[in-house]
């Protein structure tokens, strides 16, 4: 009787995908692998940091929204409150022994207004409009781009890998973990591979002028 074999482990598993994405690379011998390990390593953790940095987007939709609705009644209840009351209460708390004269010198010599407050809330509501209107597409979509695709055909072209580019991003993909419906199509991979070769044409064109001026 045969016995079934261990499963493997969740870490036998990853060095099987990344031994496997190194000989999808050429990388056979030490000396291939030598940089290669840490630069790949490198775009996987920037992925994974990416990831950990980011809540859901509805959440933020909800931030935003309750950004809004602090102002409207903030707005409401009316600047003196705030400027009087609340700042007054603000000292007193940090500054449990001091009495009402102690707590208007303070307030004088370092008070804030609540102007001064709604105006930071106001300024962290465009930032977070200027957000989302940069970020139409699925963030973690631009994040695949950004922190997986583009290093890695620039690792590539620097490293002068020759191998068929969907076999490899597909060993890629399976190694760091990536989702399929996150992953992009050959087509759009070659589009931004077309996208990266363009700027380091205008770049090094730029540079030969300047060297001839």
Known sequence: MIKDRPAKSEEEVRDEQFARLLSTMNAADPFDRYGLEPALKQIEARWAAAQR???????????????????ALSKKIGPDFFDNEIEKARWARLNPDADDGKLHDLMDQHG???AEVDRALA?????????????????????VRTEIVEPFLKLMVGREIEADRK??????FDWIGLEKRFRPTDASINNIARKIAARAGSSDQGA???SEN
């Open 123 to 143: 300024a962290r509501g465009e930032d977070i409009d200027h957000w989302f209107k940069i970020t139409l597409e699925d963030y973690r979509k631009r994040d």
């Open 112 to 114: 804030r207004t609540g």
């Open 53 to 71: 940095k980011k809540p859901d987007r509805k959440l933020v939709h909800q931030y935003r929204a309750a950004i809004a609705k602090v102002l």
């Open 208 to 210: 030969t002028q300047r």
């Open 167 to 172: 076999e490899l991003f597909g060993t890629l």
